[in-house]
């Protein structure tokens, strides 16, 4: 059974940084890519990044593209969300994703491609 946890979010002010990371335990992270994706308040769930099993491959929503930055360290089995330039549209609650993949180089950006999520950590930005 493969066990996500989200660590690193909290109150920040707009312009500010944020680290978000994503523990995973039960398999070796390196048989999976991984994704970020965030809910805001009364809104769908939605992709903000995604990084392909050898992380050589990284996509990201044009909404964060240049602020947000996807990485993993398979060795550690940790995945990470830098978010810098933060804005107030990026409250949300920000969830990390594995879908198991033989690609290494493939990355999704599609919420139900992905079998295992964590529980989510809250960013909110204030203005």
């Known amino acids: 059974q493969v066990q996500l946890v989200e660590s690193g979010g909290g109150l920040v002010q707009a312009g500010g940084s944020l680290r978000l990371s994503c523990a995973v335990s039960?398999?070796?992270?390196?048989?999976?890519?991984m994704g970020w994706f965030r809910r805001a308040p009364g809104k769908e769930r939605e992709f903000v990044a995604a990084?392909?099993?050898?992380?050589?491959?990284?996509y990201y929503a044009d909404s964060v593209k240049g602020r947000f930055t996807i990485s993993r360290d398979n060795a550690k089995n940790m995945v990470y969300l830098q978010m810098n330039s933060l804005k107030p549209e990026d409250t949300a609650v920000y969830s990390c994703?594995?879908?198991?993949?033989?690609?290494?180089?493939?990355?999704?950006?599609?919420?139900?491609?992905?079998?295992?999520w964590g529980q989510g950590t809250q960013v909110t930005v204030s203005s």
């Open positions: 039960g398999r070796t992270i390196s048989d999976y890519a």
């Open positions: 990084i392909s099993r050898s992380g050589d491959s990284t």
């Open positions: 994703a594995a879908r198991l993949t033989y690609s290494t180089r493939t990355y999704y950006d599609t919420e139900n491609t992905y079998r295992y």
